[in-house]
């Protein structure tokens, strides 16, 4: 799904990765909503040990389902999760689609990063 919504495939090293940190339980959830009998949108939450800290990351929604609230519905059910949990305090690298609706959601900007990658 995430690779149809990015236009771009995952490194199967990244999927391994999710995999062997799901089965150490060290608290990464990832959630998913389904429609149509699909998956089709994705994200993820990141507890941050030992502080009130959660990240929300790689949410990602197929075009076909943009814009009806399944990216702002499961980015709500991450931050109860979070809030459960004990987390107070939320951080996320977003892009410029994903930042609007995650400042409508309560989130406030206060700094930028540029990310870079060695391929």
Wanted: charged share 25%.
């Amino acid at each position: 799904m995430t690779d149809e919504a990015f236009g771009e495939p995952t490194d199967s090293r990244t999927a391994d990765a999710m995999l062997d940190r799901l089965a150490r339980k060290d608290g990464m959830e990832l959630w998913v909503a389904e429609a149509d009998g699909r998956i089709v949108s994705s994200g993820r939450l990141e507890p941050v040990p030992e502080s009130e800290f959660a990240g929300i990351w790689g949410g990602a929604t197929l075009s076909a389902y943009r814009g009806h609230g399944i990216y702002r519905a499961l980015t709500a059910a991450r931050a109860r999760s979070a809030i459960a949990h004990g987390k107070t305090l939320a951080h996320s690298e977003s892009t410029e689609f994903s930042r609007p609706i995650l400042e409508q959601s309560g989130l406030l900007r206060i700094s930028t990063n540029t990310p870079y990658w060695r391929k």
